[in-house]
């Protein structure tokens, strides 16, 4: 009796092991079926796979097509929605605008999309919060709608080139932004001024006087050289991207006119042609939104306060190797930081300033320039007007190779210091001419230390100078300093110190 009690509790054991491990199995054969991984769910993928494989051959196909139908072998919205619909049906497909000049098909039941470019590549996307609709309204400096375009959007971002307009360029290139839901946004386009529907032409004789003689005009020039404001532009209101033409009726327009686009503050980017060879005084005076400004190679003279006060100006390409940058023509352009010069062989830009090929002369400092500057090693000259009206830099330091200093070089400019390299012997008569900024001079030039005044062979450069620093060893002080500033204890090591 104890022994068949012993073996049925075995059974039942038995069999408790057995069902445990049925189950394990069972659960590991349904999530082999049904899990992540499992057998339908791989199916699944298999099929979509292939699903994917075939509508990608289909529009590669239809592509290709597409392609070998149009003489310059490029992909035509229209002809590849043609032969997409020839091979597969109408109504399966929609060919819409994609991004980058890209197209975009959709298949409409399945609600895949695969991309083709310009050179027939074509590639599935995978779909961020469905499909959205771009529209891109082109709007001119007075919000007129232009153009508009409609974009089929997939991802979360989107980077567009700006859509050509035929006498209109884009204010940014490209078209760039977050897009979560259809979206519409504007998009700015500036005119350009370049022929005698914007621009006003006046006629010039051989000696450059203006005539209306017809045959006695060899060449044009913008405007009609008057003192009336704004005379270069057929209506003041007009607003766009400026290009002087290099010819008008057939002759070479070859000046701008006396304040021939003054006080106007419609006018963002100019570009002054190569056949320009003058450009008279006030000729863009107080352009407050021009940005940017190419000068063309055959520019022999810019005229005074030809860009003065052209506030937002930022960046001037010189084209040339002229070397009449005008003491005034650039003043008061407080933004103007970058500068740049196609003819390379007489200059060179490093850090955004100007030199001689050679670097041994510094030409021009852009007027915004920010901060301390310290003048090279290879430099000996600084020329004419060179820092002039240089409002936010803070100090120079003239260094030692430095011999001569140029009539204007820091006139009007806002700096509160500077530093005499030992090498100078020349400040030119002007050379820091309104300088009321300029309180802190250092001097280790016996040469200057000798003869400094407040005006004469050196510059104006005590004008306002409250403090001034002499080397140590330097034996010859000028009068002007023992007789105006007051002997004091120096904190520069190396230096004795005059206080005003």
Not at 20 to 41: E, K, P
Not at 110 to 134: P, Q
Not at 136 to 162: P, R
Request: aromatic share 8%.
């Amino acid at each position: 009796m104890k022994k068949m009690k012993k073996e049925e509790g075995i059974t039942i054991l038995v069999l408790v092991i057995m069902i445990i491990v049925l189950l394990i199995l069972a659960g590991i054969t349904i999530s082999a079926i049904n899990g992540d991984n499992g057998i339908i769910q791989n199916a699944g993928r298999s099929k979509e796979s292939a699903e994917i494989d075939s509508e990608k051959e289909a529009v590669e196909t239809a592509t290709v097509q597409a392609m070998g139908k149009n003489k310059y072998g490029n992909v035509v919205k229209d002809e590849l929605q043609e032969e997409l619909n020839k091979d597969l049906g109408n109504g399966i497909t929609d060919v819409l605008n994609g991004e980058n000049e890209e197209y975009i098909v959709k298949f409409i039941k399945s609600e895949r999309y695969y991309t083709v470019n310009t050179n027939g590549d074509v590639e599935h996307i995978k779909v961020t919060n469905g499909e959205k609709t771009l529209t891109v309204q082109c709007i001119d400096s007075k919000n007129q709608v232009l153009s508009e375009y409609q974009y089929m959007i997939l991802q979360d971002q989107y980077s567009k080139k700006a859509p050509e307009i035929e006498g209109y360029i884009p204010h940014e290139e490209i078209i760039t932004g977050e897009i979560t839901e259809n979206t519409t946004i504007t998009f700015m386009y500036y005119l350009i001024l370049n022929n005698e529907d914007t621009l006003v032409f006046t006629g010039l004789d051989q000696s450059g006087n203006i005539t209306t003689n017809e045959g006695q005009i060899v060449s044009y020039m913008v405007g009609n050289g008057t003192s009336t404001y704004g005379n270069g532009l057929r209506e003041k209101e007009i607003s766009g991207i400026l290009k002087i033409p290099e010819t008008y009726k057939g002759k070479k327009v070859t000046r701008i006119g006396q304040n021939a686009f003054r006080e106007n503050n419609n006018i963002f980017e100019v570009e002054i042609s190569d056949n320009v060879e003058k450009i008279d005084n006030y000729a863009f005076n107080w352009g407050n939104n021009i940005q940017s400004l190419v000068i063309g190679k055959n520019v022999t003279s810019i005229g005074g306060y030809a860009f003065w006060h052209c506030d937002n100006l930022k960046s001037v390409t010189f084209k040339n190797s002229n070397d009449n940058w005008g003491v005034t023509s650039f003043g008061e352009c407080g933004n103007w930081t970058e500068i740049s010069i196609e003819d390379n062989s007489a200059y060179k830009v490093e850090d955004n300033i100007l030199y001689s090929a050679d670097g041994k002369v510094l030409k021009l400092c852009p007027r915004g320039r920010i901060g301390d500057f310290v003048v090279p090693e290879t430099v000996e000259t600084i020329d004419q007007s060179a820092f002039a009206y240089t409002w936010s830099l803070s100090s120079v330091v003239i260094t030692d190779n430095v011999k001569k200093v140029n009539t204007s070089a820091f006139n009007s400019s806002r700096i509160e210091s500077i530093v005499i390299g030992q090498s100078v012997e020349n400040i030119t008569s002007g050379a820091f001419n309104n300088c009321s900024y300029l309180k802190n001079v250092t001097i280790d030039s016996s040469v200057i230390a000798g003869n400094l005044s407040t005006s004469g062979s050196c510059g104006n450069l005590l004008n306002n100078a409250e403090t001034i620093y002499l080397k140590e060893e330097i034996a010859n002080v000028g009068e002007y300093i023992t007789t105006n500033y007051t002997l004091t204890d120096s904190d520069k090591t190396g230096y004795v110190k005059y206080i005003k």
